[in-house]
């Protein structure tokens, strides 16, 4: 196995308890947003897209990357965006009851 | 120092960004901030790889296709994201989910398509770039039909055909074996068109999503919308492997362990395994259903109610717990609702949400439809925090839910959903039960809460209803 691949095991292994850590302690009240946050991170796949994009060549190649990055794209904004959206309806405001700070 | 070396930097404070912004989910009050702060990481992180000596040696034909295609998905993602309607979110959750799976996929065939004239490639990075191929393809078909379910251009019921198993398990014996060829081929250890293999892999990923989620009704949506985001988020993952890019593995790894967590939950609220979600569809069998006249075999009747009894009976009621299902978001009633909870509080009733795990169409659907006609989240409960308060309620208000409400789940061993935990309207002194028509929910089954003899029904359409509610208890 190559050393790249093992550096890769290691990151996805601890990223995999970093995860479980961290979501584990997010409130069902906010699962919607966080279901819509983790979905605009795996939008850092557009950066993926922009590496390989051009790499094939021909236009095909250029087609293909194109359309990888129109979706990832869309993924990264529309999810954030959602998200955003979301979270603003959860904000406490004047008169909503309930304790303020 | 060199403005190439920063990237990888760059890239791990991305990943760190990325970690806050989940982290900050933990509370309302932080969420807001950590979104942005992720958001602020992802942009760092697209802008940085503009500077990567592979991106730039692509030259002006790089850059102009990438530039393109950045600003039309980012027209395309923010425009959507601020046009849909907050009752559409789910169908635009599983919108944005099936971009990043298809980024993902087309992401892992242009690597392959890049290696497989050169000898630079070992089997382990054709094999990751077949999975997050499969999955990818997998996550962005199976993501259309959930998207096609949830905005009614496709039935949202669970689709069947005979052979429906064999059909499908042949997709994906056949998938699996040809991405198993592909990847030996580079091995050298066998010789196939490799090309066109890749893309029967890819054709045969993308049928095989679309057999997964046609059988899947509507009600198992948030179990379905969970599974799809931790697909993509795996399919990255698994591009990250073949670019030997550890941002793209820490993210999607992320994504895959929230994904993952979701999807347990929710199965786990409906007492049922994944596998059962996936394979098991319920509601064939056909329900025997209650008239409205309601006279059902053993003589118990289901009394309906009008608006005005019903208020009166919410007016002089200590405390009042308000049960949302999916019906309050069809009829969009989350503001009513709300006006109803005021009015009640003003008048010294006690009023509190029982939210079930799996009501509605994702995740937590009940609580963004509240949040949005800005019921504060103190006073949505979770199942098991409100089920002891039953007993001590005076009224429960059920608007729209249906099968989480079904005593049989825990008293009829033979019914489809027994074991499921519920919330335990029935034991509340009196309920009321705002519904259409007597027709069984998603289950396909009775409810025997609608035969109680303290239940009222109360006929109508969710928002029509709860407006009428609000009216009579502002008459009494």
């Not at chain 2, 509340?428 to 609608?450: E, H, T």
Request: aromatic share 6%.
């Amino acid at each position: 196995m190559s050393a790249e691949a093992i550096v890769g095991l290691y990151v996805f292994v601890l990223a995999i308890f970093v995860g479980n850590e961290v979501i584990s302690k997010v409130p069902s009240t906010l699962h919607t947003p966080l279901m819509s946050g983790a979905n605009a991170i795996h939008g850092i796949i557009v950066i993926g897209a922009m590496l390989v994009s051009a790499a094939v060549g021909g236009p095909l190649g250029l087609a293909l990357g194109f359309l990888a990055v129109v979706l990832g794209t869309a993924n990264v904004v529309g999810g954030f965006v959602v998200t955003d959206r979301m979270l603003a309806m959860f904000k406490q405001r004047p008169g909503a009851g309930g304790p303020k700070k | 120092m060199d403005l190439h070396t920063l990237i990888p930097v760059i890239y791990l404070i991305a990943a760190i960004t990325f970690v806050l912004g989940l982290k900050g989910l933990s509370g309302p009050k932080t969420a807001v901030n950590g979104n942005r702060i992720a958001a602020a990481g992802m942009l760092l992180a697209v802008a940085a790889t503009f500077f990567d000596i592979e991106f730039q040696s692509y030259g002006v034909t790089g850059l102009v296709v990438t530039l393109a295609g950045i600003i039309v998905g980012g027209a395309a993602g923010f425009v959507g994201a601020r046009l849909v309607k907050m009752t559409a979110m789910p169908q635009m959750v599983a919108l944005f989910n099936g971009a990043g799976g298809g980024s993902a996929a087309l992401v892992s065939i242009l690597e392959l398509m890049r290696s497989l004239g050169t000898d630079g490639r070992t089997m382990g990075q054709a094999g990751s770039s077949m999975l997050g191929l499969m999955i990818g393809a997998i996550s962005f078909s199976g993501s259309a039909i959930a998207f096609g379910k949830l905005q009614g251009l496709i039935t949202p019921r669970s689709f069947k055909y005979a052979g429906q198993q064999f059909v499908t398990s042949i997709l994906f014996g056949g998938m699996l074996i040809l991405a198993a060829l592909l990847t030996l081929s580079v091995g050298g250890y066998v010789a196939v068109p490799q090309l066109l293999v890749l893309t029967a892999v890819a054709i045969l990923a993308l049928l095989f999503g679309i057999a997964l989620v046609m059988p899947i009704g509507g009600a198992d949506m948030p179990v379905v919308i969970s599974l799809l985001n931790a697909f993509t988020g795996l399919a990255v993952a698994a591009a990250g492997f073949v670019l030997d890019n550890q941002l793209l593995i820490v993210a999607g790894t992320l994504v895959g362990a929230s994904g993952t967590i979701l999807t347990r939950l929710m199965s786990k609220a409906m007492n049922r395994s994944i596998a059962n979600v996936l394979f098991g569809a319920f509601g064939s069998a056909p329900a025997a259903e209650v008239g409205m006249t309601g006279r059902v075999d053993d003589g118990r009747t289901v009394r309906a109610t009008t608006a005005e009894d019903a208020a009166t009976l919410l007016a002089y009621a200590r405390n009042v717990i308000i049960v949302p299902g999916y019906g309050l978001a069809v009829a969009q009633a989350q503001h009513n609702v709300r006006e109803l909870a005021d009015l009640l509080e003003s008048r010294g009733v006690n009023v509190v949400y029982a939210i079930h795990p799996v009501a509605g169409r994702m995740p937590g659907h009940m609580n963004v439809l509240l949040a949005e006609a800005n019921v504060p989240y103190e006073k949505l409960m979770d199942m098991d925090a409100v089920n002891p308060e039953f007993p001590r309620a005076d009224v429960a208000l059920v608007i729209g839910a249906n099968d989480v409400t079904n005593p049989a789940a825990r008293s009829s061993k033979g019914s489809p959903i027994y074991g499921m935990p519920i919330l335990d309207v029935d034991k509340a002194a009196q309920v009321i039960v705002i519904k259409r028509s007597m027709k069984p929910g998603f289950a396909g089954i009775d409810n025997d809460l609608y035969l109680d003899p303290k239940t009222q029904m109360l006929f109508g359409d969710a928002k029509e209803a709860v407006a009428k509610l609000v009216a009579g208890v502002k008459a009494s």
